[in-house]
């Protein structure tokens, strides 16, 4: 497990295969609870190429001297993206008043 929040990742590799593959990934909390949101593509086998986007943002908690992934979630599309950022500026479009 990673030591640092810059160690942390959601790149996964298997039998030699990244069937995850880590586009970027944004710290948005450091600390004894870290948050991380991460860009991402799966591995598609059947058609041997990697698939569209995705996102998910992870929370870990450092215990022991490592952080340990203690909840996640999961955006399946740019349109739930897309949907949720809408949200979120219209709410903070609300707190400007």
């Known amino acids: 497990m990673a030591e640092t929040v810059d160690e942390l990742t959601v ?3 298997d039998g030699g295969v ?5 586009l970027d990934k944004k710290v948005l909390t450091k600390g004894a609870w ?3 949101i991460y860009r991402y593509q799966d591995w ?3 058609k041997e190429e990697y698939g569209p986007d995705k996102y998910t ?5 450092k215990r022991n001297g490592e952080y340990q992934q203690k909840s996640k ?3 399946s599309s740019k349109d ?3 949907s949720i950022i809408a949200a979120l500026e219209e709410w ?6």
């Open 92 to 97: 903070m479009d609300m707190d400007k008043d």
């Open 57 to 61: 943002i992870r929370r870990y908690q």
């Open 18 to 22: 990244e069937t995850v593959k880590e």
């Open 73 to 75: 979630f999961n955006i």
């Open 34 to 36: 870290a948050t991380v």
């Open 11 to 13: 790149g996964y590799q």
């Open 80 to 82: 739930q993206a897309k």
């Open 44 to 46: 598609n086998r059947a």
